[in-house]
């Protein structure tokens, strides 16, 4: 073992030196480790997520939770088709929902853009064209300046989403032209004969279809068929529910019930 002082010194020097090195190193790395970003999750995790979320869509907190995955998919991804419709698809229902007048409006503001980035990125498919004029129809229902507007807008995106796929979310493109056409001035091409034709196609592809019957009921009213409407509303009452479409079920139960009350009261038939 070497006894020169001055080697011992500066043996110990250097040893220190590379200690305070390794910790250095050591501390650094685990600085570097916290200031990092956290890693985005792939955009098909996302978008699970998101349809997780939306599932549960009857507590509208969810579909905003889900709104705001699908942003930041596609604030790094522009060109996701897959997050473009459903974003149209959740402000959709976001804006048929909410309470707040505000929210309503931005939701089927976001859900008209999206729906036509949709459209942009895959013309042929339906989900772009479906809820482009699903959502024009919720704008419409606000203004009755849009909605006279939006008429046109609305037909040509139903018609092609029939084009494309007519049994797409079973016949309900025929099903929303049945409603334009019940719910539109005669002036600008409201006809009850036209909605009913429609919603008699759309049942060819939506025999579970629940909201897709309610409209025929209210067709059938329209054109003095209130028999016809009956039978409708009792089988669309002895229909179980469809586990994606549980919150669709309750609303066109009770608006089924309600057409009873309103509609057809005066009617010899039964009632429920």
């Known amino acids: 073992m070497n006894k ?3 080697v011992r010194a500066l043996s110990i020097c250097l040893l220190s030196a590379l200690l305070c090195a390794f910790a250095s190193c050591g501390q650094s790395a685990k600085q570097q480790q916290q200031q990092a970003p956290s ?15 939306y599932s549960q ?15 930041q998919v596609r604030a790094n991804d522009q060109n996701n088709y897959e ?3 459903r974003l149209a698809k959740f402000n959709y229902y976001l804006g048929s929902h909410t309470q707040d007048q505000s929210e309503r409006d931005r939701s089927f503001h976001e859900g008209i853009e999206a729906a036509r980035s949709a459209v942009k990125l895959q013309d042929n ?8 004029g ?19 807008d609305i037909r040509n995106e139903m018609d092609a989403v029939i084009r494309i796929d007519e049994g797409y979310q079973s016949g309900s493109a025929h099903m929303v032209l049945c409603q334009l056409y019940l719910e539109a001035p005669k002036i600008v ?15 060819k592809f939506g025999q579970t279809n629940v909201l897709l019957r309610l409209h025929l009921a209210e067709a059938y009213i329209a054109n003095k068929r209130p028999e016809d409407a009956r039978k409708q ?18 609303e066109a139960v009770a608006q089924a019930q309600e057409l009873l009350k309103t509609k057809l009261q005066t009617s010899g038939a039964s009632q429920r």
């Open 57 to 71: 869509r009857e507590d509208l907190t969810h579909v905003r939770e889900a709104i705001v995955l699908l942003r």
């Open 134 to 152: 699903a959502n024009y129809g919720g704008e419409a229902e606000q203004s009755a300046l849009a909605g006279l507007a939006s008429i046109d």
């Open 233 to 250: 509303i009792d089988q669309l009452m002895q229909m179980k529910p469809n586990p994606d479409f549980v919150p669709e079920y309750h």
């Open 189 to 203: 091409g409201g006809d009850p004969a036209l909605a009913l034709q429609e919603c008699e196609k759309g049942l």
């Open 125 to 132: 498919k339906p989900e772009g064209h479906f809820w482009l």
């Open 39 to 53: 890693p985005t999750p792939p955009p098909a995790d996302s978008i699970a997520q998101a349809d997780k979320l």
């Open 83 to 85: 997050a473009a419709w």
């Open 4 to 6: 020169n002082p001055k």
